[in-house]
């Protein structure tokens, strides 16, 4: 008996201590990137960092602010373009799609889900930006295709596999009576599903569209190659743009020699950390006041 509580509390201990390590660690990236930002944070106001668009390095000028508007921006049109379609087509794909397909288009998703982000870049170079070029000219709003609305497309294809994934297997989850009991009311099919299904799942839906959008928001290589990576605030769609990825990727380990500049990426590495950190809160938010409200399966 002794032994079997021994056991018990080494497992204990090494869940706990899993735990604290995980959280630990986040809180060592944040405290390392705080102390890296600290020099530009001395000479510079925050208000100023966040809130210029001023960006001259070799004057000294580091605002962020069309690096800010540009990383929000491109995220959004992504989740435009991918929530509805990434929803509609797990609600397909489990409800209503035969197995056999099911899992072939399982196997699509894995597939989708494990290319490098280099190679979608590539292929937004080869056919996103040519498409985005004639749509620009169509709608009288000449562009050269390397744009913010190029990137939100490459960017939406590249989230979707993930949320249809995530989707599926919370929809999967709903237990198989709530749907014949439902069926046995007189509902129709569609009925079923939006009123027991989807309303079962909804605080897992949301999490996976947490999942998308925080890799959307940390996307770097393929935003990089069809953004047009220029420093300043987008007014169009047909405009390009510069998300603070594509900068700290573009920049780090380059023009150190210039003062803070080293400094300034680290503190827009540190601003992308808080803007993921900052939707993630906000999402647990809402989920617990959907949980209050009862409107999933407890």
Not at 75 to 103: C, D, N, Q, R, W
Not at 133 to 146: A, E, I, K, V
Not at 207 to 214: E, H
Not at 237 to 250: G, V
Request: a positive charge; hydrophobic letters at 55%; glycine letters at 8%.
């Amino acid at each position: 008996m002794q032994w079997r509580y021994a056991k018990d509390w080494c497992a204990s201990v090494s869940i706990r201590s899993s735990l604290i390590l995980v959280n630990l660690i986040a809180f060592i990236i944040v405290f390392v990137l705080f102390m890296k930002a600290e020099p530009i944070l001395r000479i510079q106001s925050l208000g100023h960092l966040l809130f210029s668009s001023s960006w001259h390095p070799l004057k000294g000028q580091f605002g962020f602010l069309s690096f800010i508007v540009g990383t929000l921006e491109v995220t959004a049109i992504a989740m435009v373009l991918s929530i509805p379609v990434s929803l509609l087509s797990a609600i397909y794909l489990s409800e209503y799609a035969h197995k056999y397909f099911k899992g072939l288009v399982r196997l699509m998703l894995d597939i989708l889900a494990g290319i490098p982000s280099v190679i979608y870049g590539l292929c937004g170079v080869i056919a996103i930006v040519p498409f985005v070029h004639s749509l620009g000219g169509f709608f009288g709003n000449p562009t050269t295709g390397y744009s913010l609305l190029a990137g939100g497309i490459i960017l939406a294809i590249m989230v979707t596999p993930v949320i249809i994934s995530v989707s599926m297997e919370v929809l999967a989850a709903i237990p198989d009576e709530a749907r014949t009991s439902s069926l046995a009311l007189g509902t129709t099919r569609w009925e079923t599903v939006r009123y027991v299904v989807l309303k079962g799942s909804l605080r897992g839906i949301i999490a996976a569209i947490v999942l998308g959008f925080s890799r959307a928001f940390g996307e770097t290589i393929a935003v990089l190659m069809v953004v047009g990576n220029v420093a300043k605030i987008p007014t169009s769609l047909f405009d390009p743009a510069y998300p603070l990825p594509a900068l700290i990727a573009n920049n780090y380990g380059e023009m150190m020699s210039i003062p803070l500049y080293d400094s300034a990426l680290l503190f827009a590495a540190l601003v992308l950390l808080v803007l993921v950190g900052a939707f993630g809160l906000v999402a647990n938010i809402t989920l617990s006041r959907l949980t209050k409200k009862g409107y999933y399966f407890s």
